[in-house]
C-alpha cells in the first residue's frame, strides 16, 4: 500500500527544511562498511540505554484491549476504533511542538520531552488502576456510550492508544538528536525497531523449552474426565448395591 508514495520521496541531498537548512548526507559506504557500522549500533550506549524503553513503548496495549473487550459495548469499542487514531495523531503533533521550540537548547527539550510523556503515561496508569478497583467491586457489564460510566471509563483507554505511541515518538526524536548524519540517524532508528526483533531472538530457547515440555492433553481435562469416571463408578456402585 504505501510501496507507490515512497517514490514520491525526495532524495534526502534534495530535501530543504522549512528554515533553510539542509540534510547532512554522507559518502556513499560499501556493504562491509554498513554492516559495521549496523553492528557497532546494535551494540552502542545509544541503543543499550534505549532497550527497555523500547519494550515499554512497544508492548502497552495487551491488557488494554483486554480492558476495552470486558468492559464496553461493541459500538462502544467501534466509536473508540474510530476516534483514537484521529487524536493520537493530535497527540504525536502536540509532543512535536513542544519538541521544536527553539529558544531551548536540545538537552532541555529532551528533558521536557520526558518530564511530558512519563507524566502523561502516569496519570493515565492512576487512572486505569482507580477504575479497575472500581470494576472489581462492581462488575459494570458491557458499557455502551450512551451510560453515565462511559466516559470515567473510556478515557484512559482513550488517552492510553495517545500517550502509549507519543513515548515512541519521543525516543526516536531522541535518537536523532545523536545522529551525526542522515544514515546515521536511520540506522540509530532502525536499531531502536530491532530491539524487539532481538527480544523475539532471545525469547526462542526458553520458548523451545517450554513447547516441548506441553502435556499431550490440557490437565484440566484430564482431571475432569478423571472426575466423572469416579462418579460414574460411584452410581454404578450405588445401582448394584439397590
Known amino acids: 500500500m504505501e510501496l507507490p508514495f515512497a517514490f514520491l520521496i525526495s532524495p534526502l541531498e534534495r530535501v530543504v527544511r522549512s528554515d533553510g537548512t539542509r540534510i547532512l548526507v554522507s559518502e556513499k559506504l560499501t556493504f562491509k562498511e554498513?554492516?559495521?557500522?549496523?553492528?557497532?549500533?546494535?551494540?552502542?550506549?545509544l541503543i543499550l540505554l534505549s532497550a527497555l524503553w523500547a519494550v515499554w513503548s512497544f508492548f502497552y496495549s495487551g491488557t488494554w484491549s483486554t480492558y476495552l473487550g470486558i468492559y464496553f459495548s461493541v459500538r462502544s469499542r467501534a466509536l473508540s476504533s474510530l476516534i483514537s487514531p484521529f487524536f493520537c495523531i493530535v497527540g504525536c503533533f502536540g509532543l512535536g511542538f513542544i519538541l521544536d521550540i527553539k529558544s531551548l537548547s536540545q538537552r532541555r527539550r529532551a528533558q521536557l520531552g520526558l518530564f511530558v510523556v512519563v507524566i502523561l503515561n502516569l496519570g493515565v496508569y492512576i487512572w486505569s488502576i482507580i477504575m479497575q478497583?472500581?470494576?472489581?467491586?462492581?462488575?459494570?457489564?458491557?458499557?455502551?456510550?450512551?451510560?453515565?460510566?462511559?466516559?470515567?471509563?473510556?478515557?484512559?483507554?482513550?488517552?492510553?492508544?495517545?500517550?502509549?505511541?507519543?513515548?515512541?515518538?519521543?525516543?526516536y526524536w531522541l535518537l536523532s538528536s545523536f545522529a551525526t548524519d542522515a544514515q546515521s540517524n536511520v540506522r540509530n532508528g532502525a536499531a531502536f525497531s530491532c530491539v524487539t526483533l532481538a527480544l523475539m531472538a532471545a525469547s526462542v530457547g526458553p520458548m523451545l523449552v517450554l513447547v516441548n515440555a506441553t502435556p499431550d492433553r490440557i490437565p484440566a481435562d484430564v482431571i475432569l474426565e478423571t472426575q466423572e469416571v469416579q462418579q460414574e463408578k460411584k452410581l454404578e456402585e450405588l445401582k448394584a448395591e439397590v
Open 34 to 45: 554498513e554492516f559495521k557500522l549496523i553492528r557497532f549500533t546494535m551494540t552502542s550506549k
Open 133 to 171: 478497583a472500581k470494576f472489581n467491586t462492581t462488575n459494570p457489564g458491557k458499557i455502551d456510550w450512551d451510560e453515565p460510566l462511559y466516559a470515567s471509563s473510556f478515557l484512559p483507554y482513550f488517552f492510553v492508544q495517545t500517550t502509549g505511541p507519543l513515548s515512541q515518538s519521543y525516543m
